[in-house]
C-alpha cells in the first residue's frame, strides 16, 4: 500500500449527501477482483448520460477537475452496501482523501486498507471547504497528515482528529497484510519450532 504523508491536489466539491456505494461504483463493475481500470465506472451513473457520452454537468467532468486528487462530499458519504470495489475505484481514478461530515463504518474501514484518507470535520468546517473547491482549478489543499491540517488556497488550516493507530497506518503505508509482515521475524521463528516440535506436519 501506498503511503500517505502529504498531499497537494485539486478539490473536487461533490455536494449530494448519502452518496452510497452503488452511486461509486455500480454493480456491473463487480464482477472484477483487481484494483486496476475501476476508474472507468466511478460515479458512471452520474458521469455518463444513456448513449455512453459524459455528462458535462457532472464535476469530475469539467476540465478544472478531471485529476482531482481530493472529494469534498455531501453528509453520510459511503452509506449502502460493503463494496470495497469503492475505494478502489476512487483510488484507481487518483482520488487519495475524501473530506465529509460523516461516513459510513465499512466504507471508512475500507479506505484505510487502500491507502485512502476519509477526514471527518465539522459541517462549518465542510462549508469552507465547498467553497475553496468551488474555485476551479485553483481549488487545492493541502492534506498534511502527521500534522493533521487541511490547508486551504487562501492559507486557512483545518485541523482534524484521526485514530492514532491508523494515523500509524497510512504513513508507513501498512494494511493488513503489511502489519502481519512486520512480525515475519517472529512468525519465521514460530514455524521452526513447530516443525521440530511437529516434523510430520
Avoid at 460515479?43 to 486528487?69: H, I, T
Avoid at 478502489?88 to 460523516?102: E, K, N, Q, Y
Avoid at 485512502?116 to 476551479?136: H, M, N, Q, T, Y
Avoid at 491540517?149 to 482534524?160: L, M, R, S, V
Amino acid at each position: 500500500m501506498d503511503k500517505f504523508t502529504t498531499l497537494t491536489g485539486v478539490a473536487a466539491p461533490l455536494k449530494t449527501i448519502n452518496v452510497d456505494t452503488d452511486m461509486i461504483i455500480p454493480k456491473q463493475y463487480l464482477k472484477t477482483i483487481k484494483r486496476t481500470g475501476l476508474g472507468k465506472g466511478l460515479f458512471s451513473e452520474m458521469r455518463y448520460k444513456d448513449d455512453g457520452s459524459e455528462n458535462p454537468d457532472f464535476v469530475l467532468n469539467k476540465p478544472a477537475y478531471r485529476k482531482a486528487q481530493i472529494l469534498v462530499a455531501g453528509d453520510n458519504f459511503g452509506c449502502g452496501s460493503s463494496r470495497e470495489h469503492a475505494p478502489w475505484a476512487l483510488l484507481d481514478f487518483g482520488i487519495r482523501c475524501v473530506i465529509s461530515t460523516s461516513f459510513a463504518d465499512i466504507f471508512y474501514n475500507n479506505c484505510f486498507q487502500n491507502g485512502i484518507l476519509p477526514i471527518k470535520v465539522s459541517a462549518e468546517d465542510l462549508d469552507k471547504l465547498f467553497d475553496d473547491a468551488e474555485r476551479g482549478a485553483n481549488a487545492t489543499l493541502t492534506i498534511d497528515l502527521a500534522k493533521q491540517e487541511i490547508k486551504g488556497p487562501d492559507g486557512g488550516t483545518i485541523k482534524f482528529d484521526i485514530d492514532s493507530f491508523r494515523k500509524h497506518c497510512l504513513l508507513n503505508g501498512l494494511d493488513g497484510v503489511g502489519l502481519t509482515m512486520e512480525k515475519r521475524g517472529k512468525i519465521d521463528e514460530y514455524e521452526k519450532k513447530a516443525a521440530q516440535l511437529r516434523p510430520w506436519i
